[in-house]
């Protein structure tokens, strides 16, 4: 039977169709992250928005199974050219596109012809983690952090063709101020609040963060922030590289995430009797991610180019610790200034990057959270020097291989997941691996450079 109220829904899409034609759009995009981390899109016309959010827009099962390179991989639960999904825009997360004037965009939930929730749908697995910590008495804000290089458009391969100036430079600001000013802007009038933006330490490249919010929402501003980067920069004459390893040798962009987690005010990672102050809550959560960080690779740093970014010494965060404000640990714990603690305490996980599917990632943080709360987990003494100095230093999966093999064996997330898409998702990888696993690195970093 469906879960779908469609006359409801097709009511909702016609209000909100009557106020977007108002405000002077005429196409609405709907996206889905695929499990190669690739936001994929139909769109619509708006006045068509009440019957894609009663009905749905078709799509191929097949997507489950795409490579960021657009191969499609076999696996277990493959149908092949057969089979039909619906994709239901949330009316909910509809906004207006500063960026793309006509334009509105909303992310989609996946549902099969006869109106039931798919089974590898990324968004509702991450809706499905948020409830299931809501159940147990607490919530949790989320933030990812975005890095990406620019070039000029006509020196896609160059990481200095459009800056100039040292790592966190004002001269590599200035260099750009018209372009970030315009990013900035066009982000605000689409309702993504930028806490900072900066010049990062790679030739070419920025940091940009945004302020937290619920997880689902925290993943669905993650995409829209990375396409408003797009846009924003090609209209710049400029072309924005989002992989972990533009070039071998230089450094990476990162896609860290800031997790708290809450029971009703208080932030659980202030004015707790635990480690600097955690509470033994927040501890417990902590310590089921940094526990499960091997398997949680498989999911935050999910692409072969993943792993020419995670080197020792590149503030990436590969070995198996954590600390205060060690920005070498993969697991972070940043306090804030005295006097903001019980609002800005939280974790950072600094080993992703944003080759992974958002939704993925905030459903795998919290469903490894919520394994450490539920067997009382503790965290393992801090490190306060960088790990990769300490002999006795175990490094986290250096392969993407090798992140499978620890992601299957982990039962808990395993089972959260589902059989289905866990086992797809490992497919995919396996996918990713022999298509590009052999190449150079050279080459690997050419082929991946634009495909996030």
């Known amino acids: 039977m469906s879960q779908l109220d469609r006359a409801e829904l097709a009511q909702q899409g016609a209000i909100r169709a009557d106020g977007l034609r108002a405000a002077g759009v005429e196409l609405v995009a709907l996206t889905f992250v695929d499990n190669s981390g690739i936001a994929r899109v139909k769109a619509v016309p708006v006045d068509r928005l009440w019957s894609a959010a009663a009905w749905g827009v078709g799509a191929s099962n097949s997507f489950d199974f795409f490579l960021a390179t657009d191969d499609i991989a076999g696996g277990t639960y493959s149908r092949g050219p057969v089979g039909d999904l619906r994709l239901h825009p949330d009316l909910d997360a509809l906004v207006p596109l500063a960026a793309q004037p006509g334009w509105a965009w909303a992310p989609v939930r996946k549902y099969d012809t006869e109106g039931e929730p798919h089974p590898q749908d990324a968004r509702a697995l991450a809706a499905a983690a948020t409830a299931e910590l809501a159940a147990q008495g607490y919530r949790a804000r989320l933030a990812f952090e975005l890095e990406w290089v620019i070039t000029a458009a006509d020196a896609p391969d160059d990481p200095r063709s459009a800056t100039a100036g040292p790592a966190y430079g004002y001269a590599r600001l200035s260099s750009q101020a018209a372009y970030l000013r315009t990013l900035v802007s066009t982000l605000s009038a689409q309702g993504v609040a930028v806490e900072q933006i900066h ?229 995919v990888r396996r996918g990713e691996i022999d298509r590009l696993g052999a190449l150079p690195p050279e080459e690997l970093c050419a082929v991946m450079r634009y495909l996030h």
């Open 199 to 427: 010049p990062e330490y790679a030739a070419g490249q920025f940091e940009l963060s945004v302020a937290a919010d619920d997880p689902v929402r925290a993943a669905d501003i993650a995409v829209l922030t990375r396409e408003t980067i797009r846009t924003v920069s090609e209209r710049h004459g400029l072309r924005a590289s989002f992989t972990p390893k533009f070039e071998p040798g230089g450094v990476g962009n990162g896609g860290h995430v800031h997790l708290s987690i809450w029971d009703g005010d208080r932030n659980l990672c202030a004015g707790g009797d635990g480690p600097f102050g955690l509470t033994r809550t927040a501890e417990a959560f902590g310590a089921g991610i940094f526990g499960r960080l091997p398997a949680l690779l498989a999911i935050g740093a999910p692409s072969v180019v993943s792993y020419l970014r995670l080197e020792p010494h590149h503030w990436a965060g590969v070995f198996s610790a954590w600390g205060l404000e060690n920005r070498e640990a993969p697991l972070r714990l940043v306090q804030g200034p005295a006097g903001q603690r019980d609002r800005t305490a939280n974790f950072e996980v600094k080993c992703f990057d944003l080759t992974a599917n958002p939704y993925l990632v905030v459903a795998a943080l919290l469903f490894a959270g919520l394994a450490g709360v539920s067997a009382v987990a503790t965290l393992p003494e801090p490190v306060d020097v960088d790990p990769g100095t300490l002999e006795s230093a175990t490094r986290l999966p250096t392969s993407l291989a090798e992140a499978v093999t620890a992601f299957e064996a982990d039962s808990a997330l395993t089972t959260a997941f589902g059989p289905e898409l866990a086992t797809t998702l490992m497919d």
